[in-house]
């Protein structure tokens, strides 16, 4: 599965916009780029989605560079609930559509 | 809620014995996956079914087996439990197993201790 590379932290204050970073050089064009969080000691959620163009949806939006070797998620608002490690992650097409998890970024949240 | 079941939520059992874990899927999900979390490695995804079917392996020891059954809830089955087989494990569920933009949705895990 093709890798993605992601900061192991970041910091923010709450009510203030976040930019997660996330890098796949080797993306190939059928890949998927997923973004899940998993808040502490809860299953891993689902974030967002996207294949080329940018997406937004109520939790965040996602920013997708035009060629598609990194994308951002983007929580316009962060709140306390919203400190997890989020998870980038490249979806390969085909029968075998199963998550393939990295370390994700550790999000802090400062009231 | 994801609507993803998982039972038993803690499990504590000794070494050498075996456990089986259980995961009602999303009402109308055909694909069940099972995951494993530890401390020093992640979240590993070990095995997927789909409709019955094993779909797609992934770092699953012999000792563990899975199977999904007509009613589409599974089965995580661990053996000869080993002190390092202490994690987190997570079942989840998607519509169908082909679907590269359908959601996967994660239950809230069960927690085995092996002592």
């Known amino acids: 599965d093709a890798k993605t590379t992601q900061p192991n932290s970041m910091e923010s204050n709450e009510e203030e916009p976040v930019h997660l970073p996330c890098n796949h050089s080797?993306?190939?064009?059928?890949?998927?780029i997923h973004w899940y969080r998993q808040l502490p000691s809860q299953g891993p959620e689902y974030v967002i989605h996207?294949?080329?163009s940018n997406v937004n949806n109520r939790m965040a939006s996602l920013a997708i560079a035009e060629d598609r070797k990194s994308s951002t998620l983007i929580l316009h608002r962060a709140t306390l609930r919203d400190a997890a490690v989020y998870y980038c992650?490249?979806?390969?097409?085909?029968?075998?559509?199963?998550?393939?998890f990295g370390k994700g970024i550790t999000l802090s949240v400062r009231p | 809620d994801s609507g993803v079941t998982q039972t038993p939520k803690h499990l504590i059992t000794a070494t050498g014995q075996r456990v089986t874990l259980r995961c009602s899927p999303r009402?109308?999900?055909?694909?069940v996956y099972w995951y494993q979390q530890s401390l020093d490695q992640g979240l590993q995804f070990l095995i997927q079914?789909?409709?019955?079917?094993?779909?797609a392996k992934g770092n699953i020891l012999e000792r563990f087996s899975a199977q999904q059954f007509p009613d589409l809830h599974s089965e995580l089955n661990l053996s000869s439990l080993e002190l390092g087989d202490s994690a987190l494990y997570f079942c989840?569920?998607?519509?169908?197993?082909?679907?590269?933009?359908?959601?996967?949705?994660f239950g809230e895990g069960s927690w085995l201790t092996v002592v």
């Open positions: 989840a569920s998607s519509v169908a197993g082909q679907g590269i933009g359908n959601t996967i949705y």
């Open positions: 080797t993306i190939s064009g059928t890949d998927y």
């Open positions: 996207g294949l080329t």
């Open positions: 992650i490249l979806r390969v097409g085909g029968a075998n559509s199963k998550l393939t």
């Open positions: 009402s109308g999900d055909l694909s």
């Open positions: 079914y789909y409709n019955g079917e094993e779909r």
